[in-house]
């Protein structure tokens, strides 16, 4: 059998038999005892709601990575990939668009397969336990739209990927590491103006008590922003957040409709002052250059297995080309991705305890902020004792306990 085959199989179903292990892991791990910080926030059947909840997902998505994973296997055992390209190939097109279209296909097959998943978790799960507020026409709209998107900014940058690797030489990886890196830069900045907003509302805040505090807080703090927003997130879930777009003076705020109808002023402003602490501490531009080191890491391996003979026999193809090799590589490069993830991680929860003391420095109320964590978990089911290998390997955040636990040492040591 084809080494590389052998490889790329021992890679997917590693990774789905992990995913399976660390879903059971975190599962059993819920502990059906109410813990005593959540007592005035979680009453007994909310509680035990929060844990059907975590449950049913994990079942859910259990169930969805063992049919893509066997669709993938099977796919790949029966030359799926080779139909695809001898179907691009028909059209007798230039090397770019025999690639978009070989691309655009996959892809496309891809998202049109995970419709029904999607439309069972938004109706069916998120509608159960209260979540839910996507109208059909929401749900059919935003998919569109993201197609469009897809579409869009996907085929921008598989493009300049393929130009660069068929132009330049043996320096492509570099070229095309430099030219998405730079692309990447000025999504962030259009972002806020052009692509967020075709999913949700930006109202300008109105003034009063709220609006002044916030005003108030980040003039204190120096933190120049081009305005405060609301946006209609409860057009699709009752969930809450709120969150920055943009750079420099054109950084806006958003909060969820949701978060402002279910938090009180100082509450809020605490999860700002959090938001404002990963600006300080320059957490979104290390988090900008980690990414744009693993491009640089991804493309440079890419390199290596560009028209790699052995690679598009694992996958029964009868010619090599560019645009085939990125997939392919995909599937290789899934373990240092994982690896790249959890690392990045590991730096995010480090991020997270420090804007968390930002807030708290800065701000001084401690006890808004713990109750805003422990009513966005609340609000949101989230779990309280996830497992540790759960969060070591997929956290962004750490667990809630954890920060209020951090929270209470520093304010403790304050006083």
């Known amino acids: 059998m084809n080494v590389y085959l052998i ?75 080779n139909f695809v390209d001898r179907w691009a190939r028909n059209f007798q097109l230039n090397f770019l668009l025999t690639g978009l279209t070989f691309a655009a296909i996959l892809v496309f097959a891809s998202q049109i397969m995970h419709i029904p998943f999607s439309a069972y978790h938004t109706f069916v799960i998120e509608g159960k336990y209260g979540f839910n507020k996507t109208s059909i026409k929401t749900f059919i709209t935003d998919i569109l739209k993201k197609w469009f998107l897809t579409a869009l900014l996907g085929g921008i940058s598989f493009s300049l990927i393929l130009w660069f690797f068929n132009k330049t030489g043996q320096w492509a990886w570099f070229y095309c590491w430099i030219a998405l890196s730079s692309f990447q830069l000025f999504l962030s900045f259009i972002a806020p103006v052009i692509i967020i907003p075709l999913f949700y509302k930006f109202i300008p805040l109105e003034d009063g008590e709220l609006k002044n505090s916030i005003e108030s807080y980040a003039k204190s703090e120096n933190f120049k922003m081009k305005g405060i927003f609301k946006i209609d997130a409860s057009r699709r879930s009752t969930k809450t957040n709120a969150f920055f777009t943009g750079f420099g003076k054109y950084r806006r705020i958003a909060l969820f409709d949701t978060l402002i109808e279910k938090h009180t002023v100082e509450e809020i402003v605490s999860i700002l002052a959090h938001e404002i602490g990963h600006y300080r501490k320059k957490h979104i531009v290390k988090s900008i250059i980690l990414s744009i080191f693993t491009h640089g890491l991804m493309f440079f391996i890419l390199s290596l297995f560009i028209n790699n003979p052995g690679l598009f ?70 779990n309280l004792t996830p497992h540790p290998l759960k969060v070591f390997l997929e956290y962004s955040h750490p667990p809630v306990l954890a920060r209020i636990q951090a929270i209470k040492k520093i304010t403790s040591l304050k006083n």
Do not use: C, W
Not at 62 to 73: A, H, Y
């Open 7 to 81: 490889i790329i199989l021992f890679i997917l179903i590693s990774e789905y038999l992990l995913n399976l292990f660390i879903g059971i892991l975190n599962v059993r791990h819920a502990s059906p005892a109410l813990p005593e910080e959540f007592t005035e926030y979680y009453n007994a059947d909310k509680y035990a709601q929060s844990q059907k909840y975590l449950k049913e997902n994990t079942l859910f998505s259990s169930i969805e990575n063992t049919i893509f994973t066997l669709i993938i296997i099977l796919f790949i055992f029966l030359g799926g990939f």
């Open 313 to 382: 026999a694992a996958f029964r193809m009868e010619q090599t080309s560019i645009y085939a090799s990125l997939f392919f590589f995909g599937f290789l490069y899934t373990p240092i991705s994982i690896l790249l993830s959890v690392l990045g991680n590991i730096l995010s929860r480090k991020h997270e305890y420090e804007a968390d003391q930002y807030a708290i420095s800065t701000y001084q109320k401690p006890e808004s902020f713990i109750i805003a964590l422990k009513k966005l978990t609340v609000d949101n089911l989230g």
